[in-house]
Nanobody
Framework: QVQLQESGPGLVKPSQTLSLTCTVSGGSITTSYSYSTWIRQPPGKGLEWIGYIDYSGSPVYSPSLKSRTSISRDTSKNQYTLQLRSVTPEDTAVYFC???????????????????WGQGTQVTVSS
């Protein structure tokens, strides 16, 4: 059973970089055809893809966030990290990390009923 846990600051100032880490247990992030993902849910809105890093270490980002996003990994710790630069209050959301066994269509709405997901972490962007 794969388990995931998000960690990072709950409050970020505007224009700064949001950085979150996902720690994975019960399965390696390098397992073939596994995809380590990030999604978010702003208050009162639906789920949104941020991006993913695949089993070979290649990242893919949502077109709407691509210019501000980096996803990287540390295979020795079985962790992967999200960095979202130049944040604004519109980036306030609950952020989830998750693992799926199919290549995500980042232009579509995520489905948290498929795959394994962390419990989510609230990040607020405010001065």
């Amino acid at each position: 059973q794969v388990q995931l846990q998000e960690s990072g600051p709950g409050l970020v100032k505007p224009s700064q970089t949001l950085s979150l880490t996902c720690t994975v247990s019960g399965g390696s992030i390098t397992t073939s055809y596994s995809y380590s993902t990030w999604i978010r849910q702003p208050p009162g809105k639906g789920l949104e893809w941020i991006g993913y890093i695949d089993y070979s270490g290649s990242p893919v980002y949502s077109p709407s966030l691509k210019s501000r996003t980096s996803i990287s990994r540390d295979t020795s710790k079985n962790q992967y990290t999200l960095q979202l630069r130049s944040v604004t209050p519109e980036d306030t959301a609950v952020y989830f990390c998750g693992r799926v066994n199919f290549r995500p269509a980042v232009w579509k709405t995520p489905n948290k009923n498929v795959g394994s997901w962390g419990q989510g972490t609230q990040v607020t962007v405010s001065s």
